[in-house]
């Protein structure tokens, strides 16, 4: 079994920041990719940012000079800096991890979402 804890969200003003935190738990070998996506009302759920094993993360155009993934390996837990917060950055974000169990498998995980929300 693996778990993802996500912690940080809130209501911010537009131009504020948040810090969202990731912390992944079970057995875990390896984790192959771990970052966030969000989903806005009425919209897909998006990648927002994501490590997947190589150097440099991925990030979706839109957040690009504003938002920072990052990892703590040690720990298993990923982070995401929000800055310039901007109205259409409200979303639920969610984190996801693709993960290598102690037991042999590949598995997909999703946490249980944080709600971000951008307005004055």
């Known amino acids: 079994q693996v778990q993802l804890v996500e912690s940080g969200g809130g209501l911010v003003q537009p131009g504020g920041s948040l810090r969202l935190s990731c912390a992944a738990s079970?057995?875990?070998?390896?984790?192959?990719?771990m970052g966030w996506y969000r989903q806005a009302p009425g919209k897909e759920r998006e990648l927002v940012a994501e490590f997947t094993g190589g150097t440099n993360p991925n990030y979706a155009d839109s957040v690009k000079g504003r938002f920072t993934v990052s990892r703590d390996s040690a720990k298993n837990t990923a982070y995401l800096q929000m800055n310039s917060l901007k109205p259409e950055d409200t979303a639920v974000y969610y984190c996801?991890?693709?993960?290598?169990?102690?037991?042999?498998?590949?598995?997909?995980?999703w946490g249980q979402g944080t709600l971000v929300t951008v307005s004055a």
């Open positions: 996801n991890a693709r993960v290598l169990t102690l037991t042999g498998w590949n598995r997909e995980v």
């Open positions: 079970g057995s875990i070998l390896k984790i192959n990719a």
